[in-house]
């Protein structure tokens, strides 16, 4: 199957494109081509977006997000053929993919909601006779950047709420997962939305990312990727001023305090670290543990770890899927050496797995360190794998300190039963996300996601917060005094 732009209403078939293959990461299975687009087809895009936008911005917002109610009934009802979907192309298991599937189909209903709210303020005037309001006002043409890890999710994160605020969008997502975002191409063109308002170009971040950063026309880059990309998104965003939104890497940790479930938190680390086979920005890869109950703790992690099952996300039985491709196992794997050169010990895992079911996919076994130190690479970078490192401390301070010690700030979490420390958790732990007795991960979509630090740049994804990234703040003064009457100088009690 060729996968296809879909610009304009238009699905557009260049027989003089150049195409790379999109492969099942369980099994090597060719599963399409996808074009490689060059900055001329970013061009045309941008200039149907621009047009549709003008029109767009003009229908009432309820009506627009009535479009959003019938792409969330869409979804909802080809939710199993999209999981399946989702499965095949970026390897998470089936149940996952369906919960990430269904973060769409909520994330469309919350943001049709907002249709009926893009709330903005009214305010006194300092003058008499004069009516102050502020209201939310759409951008214009937006471009969204996207990674492979949630093939649909991030992109409805990002997408809702800028058709709800009245833009026009363009975008790109990864060149791995280009299946979700066909699919998604085809729920918008079902959905009746009108021509121009949806585009979808294919293509790599070096030619169709920068074309789109660069582009005059496109006002706001909503990215989300790695902490290197969005560095360079940052640099070429803010040359050419735009509104830039970033949501980057993670290094995240959970707490296990003396006081705590250990079961509970044992079920909490396997979920967030060996779920999506380590691939979430929100992974946990760090476990920062009292050392009352690290030898207990260990022992718990090593037995639930040894029975997880490993292989095609497709089959319902299996617990941890493969690894998006090659690179990443070999990146994955030199985490490995680096770890044991630094002096941690690795109890379990640490290698490639190359026998059948597993050799013609990219499956790496889930891989735990322990007695690691905080400033060790591997407890300091992000390995974005099945690999979590064991770091032992002797307070609650302390385990807030070590959480703290990284350049990432997306999400943290704390086992114990200690209500104080909960309450001062919440408030030392320095990332956007803080669990308490669950693990790092299971975001809900109508709550700010994103984080601080080296992981974002104070925008939100998600949430009402999200709209902030879509629209403009419009102050409006209206004076009806029939006189002039100056701000700041006419106003003597
Ligand atoms: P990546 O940075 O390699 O790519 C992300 C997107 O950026 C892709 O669409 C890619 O094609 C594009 N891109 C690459 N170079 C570009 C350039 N020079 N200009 C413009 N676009 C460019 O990231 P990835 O490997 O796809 O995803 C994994 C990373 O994403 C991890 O670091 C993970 O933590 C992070 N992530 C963060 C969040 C979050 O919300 N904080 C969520 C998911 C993933």
Redesign the pocket.
């Known amino acids: 199957m060729k996968l296809m732009n879909y610009v304009n209403g238009q699905w557009q078939d260049k027989p003089d494109a150049k195409y790379t293959a999109v492969l099942n990461p369980a099994n090597g299975e060719e599963l399409a081509q996808v074009p490689l687009s060059t900055a001329k087809e970013v061009d045309d895009a941008v200039l149907a977006a621009k047009a549709a936008q003008k029109k767009w911005a003009k229908v009432p917002a309820p009506k627009r997000a009535d479009y959003l109610y019938e792409i969330g009934r869409l979804m909802k009802q080809k939710k199993e053929e999209l999981a399946q979907v989702l499965t095949k192309e970026m390897g998470k298991v089936i149940e996952e993919a369906r919960g990430e599937v269904q973060e769409g189909i909520d994330m469309a209903y919350y943001m049709a909601g907002e249709g009926r709210r893009l709330f903005g303020e009214t305010t006194p005037s300092e003058l008499a006779d004069k009516f102050a309001m502020s209201v939310r006002a759409p951008i214009g043409v937006v471009g969204l950047?996207?990674?492979?890890?949630?093939p649909v999710a991030?992109a409805t994160w990002k997408s809702f709420p800028a058709i709800v605020a009245g833009n026009a969008f363009i975008w790109?997502?990864?060149?791995?997962t280009p299946m979700m975002a066909y699919e998604m191409a085809k729920i918008f063109e079902e959905a009746g939305l009108p021509p121009g308002v949806a585009n979808v170009v294919f293509g790599?971040?070096?030619e169709?990312?920068?074309a789109?950063?660069e582009h005059p026309d496109v006002k706001v880059i909503s990215?989300?990727?790695?902490?290197?990309?969005?560095r360079?998104?940052a640099e070429?965003g803010g040359r050419n001023l735009k509104k830039v939104s970033l949501?980057?890497?993670?290094k995240n940790a959970v707490i296990v305090m003396e006081d705590a479930n250990l079961e509970l938190a044992v079920e909490g680390i396997l979920w967030s670290a060996f779920g999506t086979a380590g691939?979430?920005?929100?992974a946990c890869s760090r476990v920062i543990v009292h050392k009352d109950v690290k030898e207990a703790l260990q022992n718990l992690l090593l037995e639930k770890t040894s029975v997880l099952t490993i292989g095609d996300g497709l089959d319902e039985s299996v617990k941890v899927g493969p690894v998006?491709n090659k690179g990443a196992l070999e990146k994955i794997h030199s985490y490995i050496g680096i770890g044991q050169e630094e002096g941690a010990t690795l109890l379990t895992g640490g290698k490639i797995l190359e026998e059948a079911p597993h050799d013609k996919g990219h499956y790496y076994a889930p891989t735990i360190f322990t007695d690691v130190a905080p400033d060790m690479r591997i407890a300091q970078e992000?390995i974005?794998g099945p690999v979590i490192s064991i770091i032992e401390v002797g307070s609650f301070e302390e385990a807030i300190e070590v959480n703290n010690s990284v350049i990432y700030g997306?999400s943290s979490s704390i086992y114990t039963a200690d209500v104080n420390r909960v309450f001062k958790a919440q408030r030392d732990l320095d990332t956007g996300i803080v669990y308490i007795n669950a693990g790092t991960t299971g975001a809900e979509i109508h709550l700010p996601?994103?984080?601080t630090k080296g992981?974002?740049n104070g925008h939100r994804?998600s949430g009402v917060a999200a709209l902030d990234v879509f629209t403009e703040w419009k102050s409006v003064y209206v004076d009806f005094s029939g006189k002039l009457q100056r701000a700041q100088i006419d106003n003597d009690i």
């Open positions: 950047i996207t990674p492979w890890n949630f991030i790109k997502p990864a060149t791995e790599s971040g070096s169709v990312g920068t789109m950063i990215f989300t990727g790695s902490t290197e990309t969005g360079k998104v070429a949501e980057m890497g993670g691939q979430r920005c929100t998006i992000e974005f997306l996601f994103g984080g992981t974002g994804d």
